[in-house]
């Protein structure tokens, strides 16, 4: 197999965005995100490739004042375990830290994926109510059974 590398996202890397997404979220693991969705946020997102082949996607969203969320994680089932999904998030990090964040949440079911970056686990509750507006978008509302989890930066 060839290497892989890690870039921001193009325009032309939505469509295979959406269909990582895509994939994670028909197994409840991920909110679904649409191909108009991606476009507008295509800044937020860094990329995993191949050969010029898309296999993993993350995003970094600010969402008020010092606090970002990494979010949209995902990697192409055969390509997991390479440690791409980590060097996605290393990436989301320094973009983190170079936007002058102080602290960057997760909201997932991989807690011990982001145990190893320093995230520790907090009350869903502790994070603001502007975090919540996508939750009404999932099927799991208002049932949640994603762990909330949050690095300080500063």
């Known amino acids: 197999m060839n290497a892989w590398s890690v870039r921001p996202a193009r325009v032309e890397d939505?469509?295979?965005?959406?269909?990582?997404?895509?994939?994670?979220?028909?197994?409840?693991?991920?909110?679904?995100?649409?191909?108009?969705?991606?476009?507008?946020?295509?800044?937020?997102?860094?990329?995993?490739?191949?050969?010029?082949?898309?296999?993993?996607?993350?995003?970094?969203?600010?969402?008020?004042?010092?606090?970002g969320e990494v979010r949209s994680l995902a990697v192409e089932e055969g390509m997991r375990g390479l440690g791409i999904g980590r060097a996605l998030v290393e990436h989301l990090l320094e973009d983190a830290r170079r936007l002058g964040l102080d602290k960057v949440f997760a909201l997932t079911y991989i807690e011990d994926f982001f145990e190893q970056f320093g995230f520790r686990?907090?009350?869903?509750?502790?994070?603001?109510?502007?975090?919540?507006?996508?939750?009404?978008?999932?099927?799991?509302?208002?049932?949640?059974?994603?762990?909330?989890?949050i690095l300080e930066l500063t």
Not at 25 to 41: F, N, Q, T, V
Not at 122 to 139: A, M, N, Q, Y
């Open 14 to 67: 939505a469509k295979a965005i959406v269909g990582l997404v895509s994939y994670y979220a028909d197994k409840g693991l991920l909110l679904p995100r649409s191909l108009s969705h991606i476009y507008s946020h295509i800044r937020d997102y860094m990329v995993a490739e191949v050969d010029g082949r898309v296999v993993g996607c993350g995003a970094l969203e600010v969402v008020w004042g010092g606090l």
């Open 121 to 149: 686990r907090v009350p869903k509750e502790s994070l603001p109510h502007k975090i919540w507006r996508d939750c009404i978008h999932c099927p799991k509302f208002p049932e949640c059974d994603e762990v909330a989890m």
